[in-house]
């Protein structure tokens, strides 16, 4: 009985550890992306949003949902949005330059997990 408590109360603690250590990180996420967003849309004149404080929060939530690299090539002001874009980008020209972005890092992460599985089971067949 005692066992099973101990145990129980260090799953419990893990998981809180966890949950601690995904919030902070989830915390970076969003404080990066809204440096990134204050960034990009810096980079213009003067932009008419009907509602800007809206408006940086939707890019920042959008920004905020890919990896800091895919925002950091998405803002840059030499190859992102900025120099592809002449007037404030709209929430689905953000959207569409991080999926973009991302596409590549999904295709290779892909294809590594297809290299390891082919290896894996090249093994399991040079073993069986």
């Known amino acids: 009985m005692e066992n099973r408590k101990a145990q129980s ?13 995904s919030m902070a990180r989830q915390a970076n996420q969003i404080s990066y992306a809204a440096q990134r967003a204050k960034l990009l849309l810096g980079c213009y004149r003067t932009g008419e949003a009907n509602d800007p404080e809206t408006y940086v929060a939707a890019i920042t939530a959008v920004l905020a949902r890919y990896p800091e690299d895919v925002m950091t090539s998405v803002t840059h002001p030499v190859t992102g949005l900025p120099s ?5 980008p709209t929430i689905k020209e953000v959207t569409d330059a991080c999926n973009a972005a991302v596409e590549p890092i999904r295709q290779h992460d892909a294809r590594l997990k297809r290299i390891a599985e082919q290896m894996e089971m090249r093994e399991r067949q040079d073993r069986g």
Not at 9 to 21: C, D, G, I, Y
Not at 84 to 88: C, D, G, I
């Open 9 to 21: 109360f260090k799953q419990l603690t893990n998981s809180a550890e966890n949950s601690v250590a």
């Open 84 to 88: 592809k874009v002449t007037w404030l």
